[in-house]
């Protein structure tokens, strides 16, 4: 499995440990384009969503629909929120759920511990945003070469 290393002291110390393919370009709906998607595995059975990659989302969000479907998987409501999106604004509980990111390409998968907004009031993708998911997690995207070789090392975070 490809690697990526840090330098640790005078050694060199492998911070990934998983590596997936990810999409550009990726269209969701009618007319909606995802510039960066990755395929997930929402909660502990085998529910996969291809999420918007967004480090500039403040939270991750998740589709009531959906949340009706991981209902079982997801922690009690916590606090409402409200925050601005390119849509409009959306409201929301704050709730924890665990998200996978799948190794497809070798070394293992990657559970993280989430806190994602659950809301009615939005209606696009699953988004993986920085709040209670990015930031628990090293990564690094890899264009590639040519179309079709975009991969995506990660780890967790101060490994």
Not at 99 to 107: C, E, S, T, V
Request: some cysteine; proline content about 5%; hydrophobic content about 45%.
């Amino acid at each position: 499995m490809p690697q990526l290393f840090l330098q640790n002291a005078q050694a060199y110390v492998a911070w990934s440990s998983g590596v997936a393919r990810y999409l550009t370009d990726y269209a969701f709906g009618n007319n909606r384009i995802l510039p960066v998607a990755i395929l997930c595995r929402l909660g502990n059975g085998n529910f996969t969503d291809t999420a918007l990659f967004d480090t500039a989302a403040p939270w991750s969000v998740l589709r009531e629909d959906m949340a009706q479907t991981l209902e079982e998987e997801l922690g009690e409501p916590g606090e409402l929120i409200s925050v601005k999106t390119h849509m409009g604004p959306i409201k929301g509980y704050l709730r924890t759920l665990d998200i996978h990111l799948l190794a497809d390409l070798g070394g293992t998968d990657i559970k993280v511990e989430s806190t994602v907004l659950v809301t009615g009031d939005w209606s696009g993708p699953t988004v993986l945003g920085f709040h209670g998911f990015l930031e628990k997690l090293r990564f690094a995207l890899d264009p590639g070469v040519a179309e079709g070789e975009e991969i995506i090392y990660f780890g967790p975070a101060g490994a």
